[in-house]
């Protein structure tokens, strides 16, 4: 929450131009689906360590890269919009191409086919779940 306060007069106009880089007394980043924001820049959670939970709102329509670098304990990233953004690294935690072991990605119940679909040949379409299934 302080690291919202902080940040709170950039995030409302379009995309966020602050990183959150290497804050690791943050665990959760719930707070960020409020903001209308239409893209992440690259490494905006770069070395998050402690990170485990992010809910991308749903006004998102593009991404950078490297966003989740570093970010090894990543469990949960919930995707609020209907349409899917990155590619595939996009939930890479490190430069070898791996992802977060416990990570699960939950998206809106009427657009998981369409993420399943838009995502099919990346290593983690499998990690994919209706948001419905979603428990904090």
């Not at 990183?19 to 409020?34: A, G, I, S």
Request: charged residues 25%; hydrophobic residues 30%; aromatic residues 12%.
């Amino acid at each position: 929450q302080r690291l919202i306060r902080r940040y709170g007069e950039r995030l409302g106009k379009g995309s966020i131009g602050t990183k959150f880089t290497n804050h690791n007394d943050v665990k959760r980043f719930k707070e960020l689906q409020y903001f209308k924001i239409q893209y992440l820049n690259n490494d905006i959670f770069r070395n998050m360590s402690n990170l485990e939970e992010v809910w991308i709102p749903s006004t998102v329509k593009g991404c950078g890269g490297r966003m989740f670098l570093g970010c090894e304990n990543l469990k949960n990233v919930i995707m609020l919009g209907d349409t899917p953004i990155g590619d595939n690294m996009l939930f890479n935690k490190d430069t070898v191409m791996r992802i977060p072991t416990k990570l699960c990605i939950y998206v809106p119940d009427k657009a998981l086919n369409t993420y399943k679909k838009t995502w099919m040949n990346y290593k983690y379409v499998d990690r994919v779940h209706p948001i419905s299934e979603y428990h904090s």
